[in-house]
């Protein structure tokens, strides 16, 4: 197969030009970077995708892990997969030096994971929750539970999961009642936790729960919930590992991602489970949403990508299929011509187009999110830092959900344009979307992030997170006034900020009364209409950088390449920032049709 699943161009044109990499590289935290070795490292990363994850993508899929014997059988992939995350540096690159790890800005380590799952979106997932949860253990862990497993989950050596998921709970986490009974400096754990992704395979040698379960006395709801590092073995004293009682049960099988295992987990069978708490008691689901906002801009990510390779995919079909012919002046076929490839279609070229758009809009969404995240770590002054996090955390829920969500409608289109083929096993589309079909679902429904966005960060600090996003995209629209070909797209993102800010007010008056169920009713429209918002916000500002680059004779990327983003700003601004206005529409209207009444609307 051929290895064009990425555009690097593009990627690097939004990494260094559109946001700015070195406004990061510059702070003292990151100073052992600079361009050059990030390009150098992007470039080697690429390497190794193209010749250890693509070529086993389409294998994974049709060669699916599975439950045997009681263990779970994964593609020999995986565990080289793993030892190479620990020896180039896939796994420690976002951990501080004093963790042992690389210290590298998010928005590099973004930028590489998004070339790894572009080429295979099967494998990132065993790194990256060996990520979430060595990280969580960095942040609020002891000094020898850190001694203890950190290092090999670095290395690659042990994996690592999160298990938030039961089966009598699903996403409500105040339900959950795996319980924790102490037992000297420890706690015997009892219970089960589902969908675990990565739980348990061959080829590791030790898999490191984080565990949410709930102290024996301790409050109900998500009060009591405490974290606790739960091994599959646990290191014994003389410096090996013995059984901790924790058995895979069963594993999912599943439409997609068929290669990245999916387990049901039980703690305890025997009554010998043991877990050591992480931080304070109680405090586990605090603690474990720095893991899983992390999670959330990976699930996003990795989203992202999935629709990346899928537009590649049907882009190269439509550059090579030949079907059908052009219309004449007259409107009707000449059919003494030669078939013309379906890429001089129109409706071929506006789905192409809308891939495009959801697909580089997504992959800018990720990069500034990074960036946010690296500024509000990196940055001396305590306020900059402050307003830094605050942006993170209202864009957090938007990064998940809009590649997730869009990315459905990309890939799909993907599959469209290859016509039946695309519904045929001889092709890659189909599998593309049986893929990105979870990824509404990793990490939080879209419902739930959609609650977040409007119930949580829209409201938090009075709105002090809103009115921040808000000042930078006015920032972007000032910057953009100063292209005379921008101005006429400049003043439609204005006139949609306002009506963001009237559509928010309107809402609020719910919130105000004690009407939050009414409030929230509409919280995943409201998603889809500042998502579409946000994207147009980060496609003005591509087209900015890329009219500034073609005004100064810019020689990075080609005039075609430049030309192609300011058209693509100017498709989505026509075909998808239009829709925001019906989109207002609903959310401002009165009348309430989802809420719960006495009235029977379903037989």
């Not at 409050?219 to 599959?232: C, E, M, N």
């Amino acid at each position: 197969m051929a290895k064009q699943y990425i555009d690097m161009d593009t990627l690097k044109f939004l990494l260094f030009d559109v946001h700015n990499l070195q406004t990061v590289l510059k702070q003292d935290r990151y100073s052992d970077y600079d361009l050059e070795s990030i390009d150098m490292m992007l470039n080697a990363v690429k390497d190794f995708a193209d010749k250890e994850m693509f070529p086993y993508f389409r294998e994974m899929d049709e060669n699916p892990a599975h439950y045997k014997d009681g263990k779970i059988v994964v593609h020999p992939q995986v565990t080289k997969y793993m030892k190479a995350g620990g020896d180039m540096g896939f796994i420690s690159g976002p951990f501080s030096t004093a963790s042992g790890g690389m210290q590298m800005p998010a928005m590099a380590v973004n930028a590489s994971a998004y070339i790894q799952e572009a080429a295979n979106n099967q494998l990132p997932g065993y790194i990256g929750l060996t990520i979430g949860a060595a990280e969580l253990i960095t942040h609020f862990g002891n000094q020898e539970l850190n001694d203890t497993y950190v290092p090999n989950m670095l290395s690659g050596i042990w994996g690592g999961t999160m298990c938030l998921t039961e089966p009598q709970a699903g996403s409500s986490l105040s339900d959950i009642v795996t319980s924790a009974t102490p037992d000297g400096d420890t706690y015997k754990i009892h219970g089960q936790k589902i969908f675990i992704s990565a739980g348990d395979y061959e080829g590791a040698e030790n898999i490191v729960h984080l565990v949410l379960a709930r102290i024996k006395g301790a409050p109900a709801g998500t009060r009591g919930i405490s974290l606790f590092v739960v091994p599959k073995n646990r290191p014994s004293a003389e410096g090996g590992l013995r059984s901790n009682d924790v058995t895979t049960v069963a594993d999912f099988q599943k439409m997609g991602q068929k290669g990245y295992c999916t387990t049901h987990l039980f703690f305890g069978d025997k009554e010998d489970c043991t877990g050591w708490l992480v931080g304070e008691a109680h405090q586990g689901l605090k603690y474990m949403f720095l893991m899983m906002n992390g999670a959330r801009i990976g699930v996003g990510r990795g989203a992202a990508a999935i629709a990346t390779a899928a537009y590649h995919a049907s882009l190269n079909y439509a550059n090579e299929r030949p079907q059908g012919r052009k219309l004449t002046s007259t409107g009707k076929k000449d059919v003494d011509q030669e078939q013309t490839l379906i890429i001089n279609h129109p409706d071929v070229r506006r789905m192409l187009l809308l891939q495009k758009t959801i697909s580089e809009g997504s992959l800018s969404l990720i990069l500034l999110a990074a960036k946010y995240q690296d500024l509000s770590l990196a940055l001396a002054d305590p306020k900059e830092r402050e307003k830094y996090t605050l942006l993170l955390e209202i864009m957090t829920p938007i990064v998940k959900t809009y590649p997730s969500e869009l990315g459905k409608i990309a890939v799909d289109l993907g599959v469209q344009v290859l016509g039946g083929y695309g519904f045929c096993s001889d092709y890659i589309l189909q599998q593309y979307l049986r893929d990105i079909r979870i990824f509404s679902i990793y990490e939080g429904t879209t419902g739930i992030q959609s609650q977040d966005l409007l119930g949580r960060k829209i409201t938090m600090d009075k709105g002090r997170a809103f009115q921040l996003l808000s000042e930078e995209i006015s920032n972007s629209i000032k910057q953009a006034m100063n292209h005379e070909s921008l101005v006429p797209y400049a003043k439609i993102l204005g006139e949609k900020v306002g009506l963001a800010q009237k559509v928010v007010q309107s809402l609020m008056g719910f919130a105000m009364k004690g009407d939050y169920e009414r409030f929230l009713s509409d919280a995943t429209v409201f998603m889809e209409f500042f998502g579409n918002i946000t994207v147009a916000w980060l496609w003005l500002d591509m087209a900015r950088s890329a009219q500034s680059a073609l005004v100064d004779g810019d020689t990075n990327f080609t005039d075609d390449f430049y030309s192609a983003k300011i058209h693509a700003m100017k498709f989505y601004f026509k075909y998808e920032l239009s829709k925001t206005t019906s989109l207002a529409e609903v959310l401002t209207n009165k009348e309430v049709l989802t809420v719960p009444t006495e009235t029977k609307i379903f037989a």
